[in-house]
């Protein structure tokens, strides 16, 4: 067991990742993938039904409203003839819109949950992620690894 803790100390504090090639292949055709079609089914909360000439005007002042109160969670304004509909989230579960709707009908009286085409969550490998290859030189075997860092610029 001392043997073992010994060669982890010598590390450093770093992790050491051999991958296979065709690993990078993977990640490659998961984000063609991602491209191609980034939605899943999911949920979303309606907040705003309106049709006519300002529908579009009402359902935008509408939108600035709800992102000055909640910032951090997406909007589409959505036209379904003959009406434009807000609707906010991208919920994967009904739960997790359950949970949202409980602040949200607060402020917003008439909104409801509604399934919907939601966007695919973030993933490290499909999103705009940069990963960062340094070359280490193990003390151990004296081979070149490589260590990698990944930092999410979102």
């Known amino acids: 067991m001392f043997i073992s803790l010994c060669s982890f100390s010598q590390n450093n504090g770093y992790v050491i ?3 296979d090639q065709r690993i990078e ?3 490659q055709r998961q984000n063609e993938i991602h491209s191609a079609d980034n939605t899943i089914d999911g949920f979303r909360i309606q907040i705003f039904m309106e049709s006519g000439n300002e529908a579009v005007e009402l359902g935008n002042i509408e939108s600035e409203k ?3 109160k909640y910032p951090d969670i997406p909007v589409y304004l959505i036209f ?3 009406y ?5 989230g991208d919920f994967r579960t009904r739960l997790e819109a359950e949970k949202a709707f409980q602040t949200i009908s ?3 009286k008439k909104a ?3 399934s919907d085409r939601i966007q695919l969550p973030n993933n490290i490998f499909c999103d705009s992620t940069i990963m960062i290859e340094e070359e280490h030189e193990d003390a151990i075997n004296n081979s070149n690894d490589i260590e990698l860092y990944y930092y ?3």
Not at 84 to 88: E, G, I, K
């Open 25 to 27: 292949q993977l990640i």
């Open 66 to 68: 709800f992102k000055e």
């Open 106 to 108: 607060k402020d917003y």
């Open 112 to 114: 409801f949950i509604t």
């Open 152 to 154: 999410n610029d979102l």
């Open 17 to 19: 990742l051999e991958q």
């Open 84 to 88: 434009y509909r807000l609707r906010v």
């Open 80 to 82: 379904g003839q003959p």
